[in-house]
């Protein structure tokens, strides 16, 4: 592929290696690429600074140890998140909901998909009462045989962008705009919303302390990551941005 960090060639051998590891990203080739040309960034510093370990995964653990400094977060910082985030710490929230699935496909325009949705969505606010005969009609997900319907579902079951939308909408609310995900465009409507309880803060006080030293370790890589691809001869790609993969 005719691609070399600070002189040395990656193999094409290691890049197919990595391919099974992103098969859910948009473009798996490149998020593989990213990932190997990043790896060879970290072990080259490792070799700079004579780190030596185990196996490549151990070099690079131990360098992040060493040059990613990431400061504690004090009861003050975990508190302000916790208020600031009410909804990660509610156990027993649901929503009871329904959806109506556009797949989007290589042989259909995605105006085309888009437009039906939001006419679609338009004539259910009119009258929701044809919500199960037009998901049965439109909807390409099995759902629709049963009007559309997903059951009851807590928060972190659907994909993100769905998951967000739902929790924001109230008992018989339409989200304003069909949703798009990875799957295609969904008309979604929660027919209940069961609230659920605010935890403590005391019972989750190390939870936060720790989701905060996640964060902050995420920010620290990327930060080092953007170093030193800065300072590298990165040939044949060019890195948007220093992404930190490795630390997912």
């Not at 909804?87 to 437009?115: S, Y």
Request: glycine share 6%; with cysteine.
């Amino acid at each position: 592929m005719g691609i070399s960090v600070n002189g040395v060639d990656i193999d094409d051998q290691l890049i197919e290696q990595e391919l099974p590891h992103h098969r859910d990203a948009a473009n798996p080739l490149k998020a593989s690429v990213h990932e190997v040309v990043l790896r060879t960034v970290l072990l080259q510093e490792a070799d700079r600074l004579g780190i030596a370990s185990a196996d490549d995964d151990a070099r690079i653990e131990a360098l992040l140890t060493q040059e990613v400094t990431v400061p504690q977060a004090d009861e003050a910082a975990c508190l302000t998140y916790y208020r600031n985030h009410p909804q990660r710490f509610t156990h027993g929230e649901m929503v009871e909901a329904r959806h109506i699935l556009f797949q989007v496909t290589p042989t259909i325009p995605l105006d085309l998909v888009r437009d039906t949705a939001e006419d679609i969505l338009a004539a259910l606010q009119a009258a929701p009462e044809r919500f199960a005969e037009l998901a049965a009609q439109y909807s390409n997900c099995p759902s629709g045989a049963v009007g559309g319907s997903l059951g009851q579902l807590q928060r972190g079951e659907c994909v993100p962008e769905f998951d967000a939308v739902l929790f924001r909408l109230n008992a018989g609310e339409f989200a304003a705009r069909p949703v798009e995900t990875r799957f295609g465009l969904h008309i979604v409507q929660v027919v209940r919303r069961i609230d659920g309880t605010l935890l403590p803060f005391e019972t989750v006080k190390s939870q936060v302390a720790a989701w905060l030293a996640t964060a902050a370790l995420q920010r620290g890589v990327h930060q080092y990551l953007q170093i030193l691809v800065g300072r590298a001869r990165i040939e044949g790609i060019t890195l948007e941005g220093a992404a930190t993969p490795l630390m997912q």
